[in-house]
C-alpha cells in the first residue's frame, strides 16, 4: 500500500515537470536587448550589444559593429544584409540616389525598414563609380599600450587575433587621437573628462588617455 501511494505523487510530479517544460519550449524567444556575455577565454561583446537576427542566424551588433559567435569568443564580421537595426549607428552619412535615400556607415549601406528601423542593404551599383570613399576617420586607429597594440574604432578597442578582431575592454592608459562622436563631457573636482559607454577619457598634449572613472580614484 505505502508503495503504491508513493509513486502516484512522484508520476504527478514528472507529468507537472514535463508540462512546464514543454509550456516553456512553446513561448517565443525575445532577442535581449542588454548582451553582456563573456566566455571563458575572456572575448566577449561590448556593453550594450544589442542582438539582431537573419533567418535563423543570429549576430550582436554595437555602434555599427557587428559580432558573431565563434569557438573562442565573439568575432567582428561583415553586416550580414538583411539585419534590421533600431538606430543607425554615430555619425552615418545620409546619401540619395534617384528616390532612394541611403544611410552610409564606412562601407555599410542602409534603408529604412518598412516595420522600423534600418535595414542592411547592398551599396547602391552607382556608389563604386560616383560616391567618395569612405572617410578615413571611419577607420581604425592604431594604439599602443606598451609592447600590446590595440585598435580604436568609434569608441571601441579591439585586437588582431588569427582568427580576426575581437572586441577587448578599453584598456588603461591609452592615448586616441580623436573622441568618440557622441562622447559627452563630465566634469569633477574641476577637471574635464570625456565618456562613452561607460570608457573615460581624459585631454593630454597627446590625445585622450583612456583613465579610470574619475570618482574611482
Not at 135 to 159: A, C, L, M, P, R
Amino acid at each position: 500500500m505505502n508503495a503504491i501511494t508513493m509513486k502516484k505523487p512522484l508520476s504527478l510530479s514528472l507529468a507537472a515537470l514535463f508540462g512546464a517544460l514543454f509550456f516553456a519550449a512553446a513561448l517565443p524567444i525575445r532577442a535581449d536587448t542588454h548582451v553582456d556575455v563573456g566566455v571563458s577565454v575572456g572575448f566577449r561583446l561590448p556593453h550594450g550589444a544589442v542582438e539582431v537576427h537573419v533567418g535563423r542566424d543570429r549576430y550582436y551588433e554595437h555602434r555599427g559593429v557587428y559580432y558573431r559567435q565563434g569557438p573562442h569568443g565573439y568575432y567582428v564580421v561583415r553586416a550580414p544584409r538583411g539585419i534590421i537595426v533600431r538606430e543607425l549607428p554615430p555619425r552615418y552619412v545620409r546619401i540619395v540616389i534617384g528616390s532612394r535615400v541611403y544611410f552610409r556607415y564606412g562601407d555599410v549601406y542602409y534603408e529604412r525598414a518598412h516595420g522600423g528601423g534600418y535595414v542592411v542593404v547592398d551599396a547602391p551599383a552607382v556608389a563604386a563609380r560616383e560616391l567618395p570613399p569612405a572617410s578615413v576617420d571611419d577607420g581604425y586607429q592604431s594604439v599602443w599600450v606598451g609592447e600590446t597594440e590595440y585598435k580604436f574604432h568609434d569608441g571601441q578597442f579591439f585586437k588582431s587575433t588569427p582568427e580576426g578582431m575581437v572586441w577587448v575592454p578599453a584598456p588603461l592608459g591609452a592615448i586616441t587621437r580623436t573622441l568618440p562622436a557622441d562622447s559627452r563631457s563630465v566634469w569633477h573636482e574641476e577637471i574635464e573628462y570625456f565618456e562613452c559607454d561607460d570608457v573615460y577619457f581624459r585631454k593630454t598634449p597627446d590625445g585622450y588617455k583612456v583613465v579610470e572613472a574619475p570618482w574611482k580614484k
